[in-house]
Structures are given as C-alpha cells and as structure tokens.
C-alpha cells in the first residue's frame, strides 16, 4: 500500500515570496491533517479536513496561510506571502479509525527554508 | 501550554539492552496514545498505541504502558538494536471529539553497537 506522497521535499524560497505544498493522502482516507513542525519540536496541527470540508483550522495563520481539499482527496497548503518564522518542516496526514482508535500516518514532509 | 511532555530529550542504551522511552500528558480528556518514530528527513512513522481502556499493549519488541492516575506512559523496547536509533515522539488525542493529536517534543535514542 502507498503511504501519503508530499512534494516538494525540499523548497528554498526568500521571504515575501508565496510557496505551494501538495499532498497525496493514502487511498480511502478520508480525514487528511497538515502539521508544521519547528526544529526541536513535535508536530503541531495546522488544518484537519474531512473529506473536502475544513472541520478545523483553528491553528491556521490565516491571514497568509491558505488550503484546499478539492474532491476530497489531493492537497495544497499555500503560504503567500512566505516570512522568516515560516520555516519548518510541513507534515501531511491521513488517518484511519482502528479498533482502538484513530491512528494517523505521515507524509515524508516538506523541508521550507525562508531566506 | 504543552499537554505532552518528553523530558528526555535524548537516551543512550547498549546494543540488546532495554530502552525505556517515558511521556507525561496533562489532559485529563486524552483516550488514545501513539507512539511515532521518526529518522532524518522522513515523516514520523507509526509505531505503536493503546486506548485508554488498556494498560498494556505489546508488539514485537514494542511495548507501551499507560499509567492513566499518574498521567504517564512508556516505550519500551527489547532488546534495542542499532536501527532503533531515532527520535521517538509521543502523542495523544481524545477519540470523541476532534481527534486531533497533541505531540511531545520528542525523544533521541541512540543504540550503540
């Protein structure tokens, strides 16, 4: 089975510039979560989508941050315009209700470096 | 505020020796709990949970424990091999409701051969 697909893996941009992440969840998950993830740090929730309806983006800077979830299966996460403190690691998720519980995988994540 | 914490920020152990990864959570709410595991310049892969139902779930090598009064769950693996040498980060999340999870700042293990 594929795991979640992400591209770029790595992106050099400089700041005031817009960038553009995409990812490709595993086939039939339908809850997909993006994470940004500071050096030193865990993963903090940036949006969750069920399906193609944002069910919380509480976390997303929204003034510059944006995302989409056409068709409930692709994603793009976009930054316009890109600023210093923009740089991390940017985690795509999709997840699958267990027995137990929801577990949720991870993408090999995007590398942003803002100059 | 943190709801998840590592305090160890890195662990050493001998190559066939235990590894014991702790984590310390705030929220009362918290149901489930996952460990992941992540090496350089991957995504954090899965590696092992357990319901707040249980005490004790066992995979392979793998076991977690929950200690639900004290707030606290461990990792541990046996024995540990060189190629378990990564940053285990610890999370959790409540299962009624948004399912979001809440990670730890993580923990570096290095087996040494």
């Known amino acids: 089975e594929a795991g979640v697909v992400q591209s770029p893996r790595y992106k050099i941009i400089e700041k005031k510039q817009p960038v553009a992440f995409w990812c490709n969840p595993i086939s039939g998950h339908n809850t997909l979560y993006w994470y940004r993830q500071n050096l030193g740090q865990g993963p903090e929730l940036l949006i969750r989508?069920?399906?193609?309806?944002?069910?919380?983006d509480s976390q997303l800077p929204k003034d510059r941050f944006s995302a989409e979830r056409l068709k409930g299966v692709d994603s793009t996460l976009k930054i316009q315009p890109a600023e210093l403190g923009d740089s991390a690691v940017y985690l795509c998720?999709?997840?699958?209700?267990?027995?137990?519980?929801?577990?949720?995988?991870f993408g090999p994540g995007t590398r942003l470096l803002v100059l | 505020d943190q709801q998840v914490k590592q305090n160890s920020p890195s662990l050493s152990v001998q190559e066939g020796r235990i590894s014991i990864l702790n984590c310390d959570y705030t929220n009362s709410m918290f149901d489930y709990f996952l460990w992941y595991k992540k090496y350089p310049a991957e995504g954090p892969t899965f590696l092992i949970s357990?319901?707040?139902?249980?005490d004790k779930n066992e995979d392979g090598r793998f076991t977690v424990f929950l200690n639900k009064s004290a707030k606290h769950l461990s990792l541990h693996i046996v024995p540990s091999q060189p190629g378990d040498s990564a940053v285990y980060f610890c999370a959790a999340s409540t299962q009624t409701g948004a399912n979001n999870l809440f990670f730890g700042t993580g923990t570096r293990l290095t087996v040494i051969p």
């Open positions: 357990i319901s707040s139902i249980k």
């Open positions: 998720a999709s997840s699958v209700m267990g027995t137990a519980g929801e577990t949720q995988y």
């Open positions: 989508y069920e399906n193609e309806e944002a069910v919380d």
